[in-house]
């Protein structure tokens, strides 16, 4: 088992999370980015910078993940992806992305796209949170306690 992060839009403080938790798990962490990155040496932990453009590091985390692995994203086609090839998906907010809540996801992903597009809603996500932060972690050491 393998933990994916889609990296050039994970927030440092859950990548250092999953430093700390590849290192003492002894889990194999691959970083996917289109940016160089910084990463603590660890035999554990891998980065792997793809070409610029779009979808290249989404596209390369679904060839190479194998059935069972983790992957972090917010990308909601990257985690219907990685849940259709047997992966599991969290979002760095600690919500736990399944087959039963993709789809609704999705949906409304493209619903607010659609309100961004005629102006009626402004701005990203509002920074993570304590409580989000820690649902991340409970869920990562959760998962890697199980497999």
Known sequence: MRIWVDADACPKLIKEILFRAAIRTKTELIL????????????????????????????HIVEKMASGD??????????????DKGGTA??????????????????????????????????????LNKKQIQTFANWLDQFLSCC
Not at 51 to 58: E, H, I, K
């Open 70 to 83: 983790l992957v972090i994203t917010a990308d909601l086609p990257l985690a219907g992806a990685v849940i």
């Open 90 to 127: 969290l979002n760095p907010r600690g919500e736990l992305y399944s087959k039963n809540n993709i789809k609704e996801r999705l949906s409304i992903r493209n619903f607010n796209a659609d309100l961004r597009g005629a102006g009626l809603i402004t701005g990203g996500p509002p920074p």
């Open 32 to 59: 996917v980015s289109n940016q160089a990155l910084q990463a603590p040496p660890s035999p554990f932990i891998k980065k792997m910078q793809v070409s610029l453009g779009f979808d290249v590091a989404d596209n």
